[in-house]
């Protein structure tokens, strides 16, 4: 089954105890991107990675590290979690950029999201 | 600054009738369109997209949205609600030249019996 994965589903921590969440998909997708979501904000784009070893930041990375060694895998890394980083966190993957054939690759594929506390 | 609004928070529409959720966004250039929905305590799921061609795009579960490049929206539509379309939709624009993505803050769609 295509699906993207995430661990944990929920992580209830203290202010800077180092942390990292887990992504993976098995689609063979070129792009993943990490997104936090905030009531009456939306999804807020954190990282995304255009393939291996590429990596760039959206618009709220601060706090945040991340890593693409392999294409299946893009883990989410908070060094120090402070209480502002508490949101609910989801991971997504899709085709690379562009068309072939007419066939879109766009579209992107949601992890189940991971609920996290930093007290 | 490059944005996506969702102007309505909420919208509530008596089951059988027809729905639009709102979405305009303000960005530089001919990005890709799409929206996705919500369901509770689960990920995004995607709905529809606009890339290219035909101005109306249908997608799953009866939605279609309509592209309007003159007004820069991507409105979502239905012509019959159910009370299972209830959820959180959220409208994003990506960029084609680059691979940011923008989300609006979402609407959270209510259908009544």
Known sequence: EAQVTQNPRYLITVTGKKLTVTCSQNMNHEYMSWYRQDPGLGLRQIYYSMNVEVTDKGDVPEGYKVSRKEKRNFPLILESPSPNQTSLYFCASSLGQGAVSGRSRAEQYFGPGTRLTVT | ?113
Not at chain 2, 34 to 48: A, E, K, M, S, T
Not at chain 2, 52 to 77: C, I, M, P, R, W
Request: charged share 15%.
């Open chain 2, 1 to 113: 600054a490059q944005s996506v609004a969702q102007p309505e928070d909420q919208v509530n529409v008596a089951e059988g009738n027809p729905l639009t959720v709102k979405c305009t966004y303000s960005v530089s250039g001919n990005p890709y369109l799409f929206w996705y929905v919500q369901y509770p305590n689960r990920g995004l799921q995607f709905l529809l997209k606009y890339i290219t061609g035909d101005n109306l795009v249908k997608g799953s579960y009866g939605f279609e949205a309509e592209f309007n490049k003159s007004q820069t929206s991507f409105h979502l539509k239905k012509p019959s609600a159910l009370v299972s379309d209830s959820a959180l939709y959220f409208c994003a624009v990506r960029f084609r030249s680059a691979s940011k993505i923008i989300f609006g803050s979402g609407t959270r769609l209510s259908i009544r019996p």
